[in-house]
């Protein structure tokens, strides 16, 4: 019997070629993101004030960096597709996803890719420096899981390619979704471009990181790629003039 007993506590556990357990089949995490998707949503329709408290606009991301992430669980409330659409995305890659990474690696590319979603947005704009420009994405709220979902579309991509699998599917998709900001301009691009690359940056770190003398790396190699992202949105905010843009909102 004590035999038996060592033999078990002995035994390892079965993992994927990633890190998520073997036989995995429930994406909880990702029904759990979905749930509070939803009910922010709910909420947005009760109290509309919600929206701009927790949306992100690059001129309050330096003094109010929750919006970095609470801008990922908001939707335009006048847009239902724009939720269904991030949801339906969400469920669908998370189902393949979670189970490959585990919960643990999943829900650290959603919001380390929601971050980076926000960070591509605050990167690709620009104070403005006259009234003309006063309706630039300086001061334009942004909300929307997409910066996350194309982090778990950056992540797909680089994991197919590791394991053989064709990426077509989801080069397609992606595809689309680039030429959906020529049709309608009030899309966040800036958000999705952001998101997919820290999701791969995040992906390629899984891998370089997933054998078993480099698994003592992982998550301070995750954390590193978090601080770069951080890094990128402090060197941002100071190297920008933002004393036009002050000055009209402090005597609006």
């Known amino acids: 019997m004590d035999c038996l007993r060592a033999s078990t506590a002995a035994a390892p556990t079965a ?24 009910a922010a949503f709910v909420l947005q329709r009760i109290d509309p004030q919600l929206i701009g408290q927790g949306a992100f606009t690059p001129y309050l991301g330096d003094t109010q960096p929750w919006r970095f992430v609470t801008s990922a669980f908001l939707h335009s409330p006048q847009m239902l597709t724009h939720i269904l659409f991030n949801m339906l995305c969400l469920w669908q890659i998370g189902q393949w996803l979670e189970p490959l990474l585990g919960w643990a690696r999943f829900l650290t590319l959603y919001l380390v890719s929601a971050v980076g979603g926000s960070v591509g947005y605050l990167l690709l704009a620009f104070p403005p420096q006259t009234m003309a ?69 995040l992906a390629a ?4 990181t997933r054998s078993r003398e480099r698994a003592r790396l992982q998550w301070p190699a995750l954390g590193g790629v978090a601080l770069v992202v951080a890094l990128l949105a402090v060197v941002k905010y100071l190297t920008v003039d933002t004393g036009f843009v002050d000055s009209v909102v402090r005597y609006a």
């Open 15 to 38: 993992r994927t070629r990633i890190g998520g357990l073997a036989g995995q089949e429930r994406p909880t995490t990702t029904y759990v993101l979905i749930g509070l998707c939803v």
């Open 133 to 201: 420009q006063m309706d630039s994405t300086w001061v334009t709220p942004m909300v929307g899981a997409s910066g996350a979902v194309f982090g778990l579309f950056g992540a797909t991509v680089v994991f197919l390619r590791h394991l053989g699998s064709s990426a077509r599917g989801m080069w397609i998709l992606l595809a689309i979704n680039a030429a959906l900001p020529l049709i309608y301009p009030s899309i966040a691009w800036q958000a999705h471009l952001g998101g997919f690359i820290t999701g791969a940056a």
């Open 205 to 208: 770190v899984l891998l370089v």
